[in-house]
């Protein structure tokens, strides 16, 4: 067994948390968003801890992505919040302009109705998506 392999299978083995699948996100690391989730629906994370992870981060994306577009220095606006996550968060806002991570928003509140049975769906296939949403992958249209 080689130092890789060894390294793989205490991370894999290692407990999720929706702050992991978050930071997967804001990485744009679409697969290891994938794999997480399905991780925390193994180990029976209730999805409106996933969700309520996934929806702190959109807000503050949005509101940091609406500053900087106010003309406010980015260096200004990414300088608040957690200084571990500082990288993270300047990563993803250059994915995306305030509109489309309002419209993440919106879809976030969707899920939260799938995820409460007031709307149709499935509640581990909308937050794949919306998680992928935040990695920075297409979301696919909803009605």
């Not at 509101?63 to 919040?81: D, S």
């Not at 500082?86 to 995820?115: N, S, Y």
Request: no cysteine; aromatic share 4%.
């Amino acid at each position: 067994v080689d130092i890789a392999a060894a390294e793989a299978a205490v991370a894999d083995s290692a407990r999720y948390d929706a702050f992991k699948l978050v930071d997967a996100a804001l990485a744009g690391d679409g697969a290891r968003v994938a794999h997480i989730l399905d991780g925390l629906r193994q180990e029976g994370t209730e999805p409106p801890v996933i969700l309520g992870a996934l929806n702190y981060t959109l807000r503050d994306l949005a509101t940091k992505a609406w500053q900087i577009e106010a003309g406010t220095p980015a260096a200004q606006v990414l300088a608040a919040g957690w200084p571990q996550r500082r990288p993270l968060i300047e990563r993803a806002i250059k994915r995306g302009r305030a509109h489309d991570w309002q419209h993440l928003l919106q879809r976030a509140a969707r899920v939260d109705r799938v995820v409460k049975g007031q709307a149709p769906g499935r509640v581990w296939d909308e937050l794949l998506a919306l998680s992928e949403g935040l990695a920075g992958l297409r979301l696919p249209a909803r009605a």
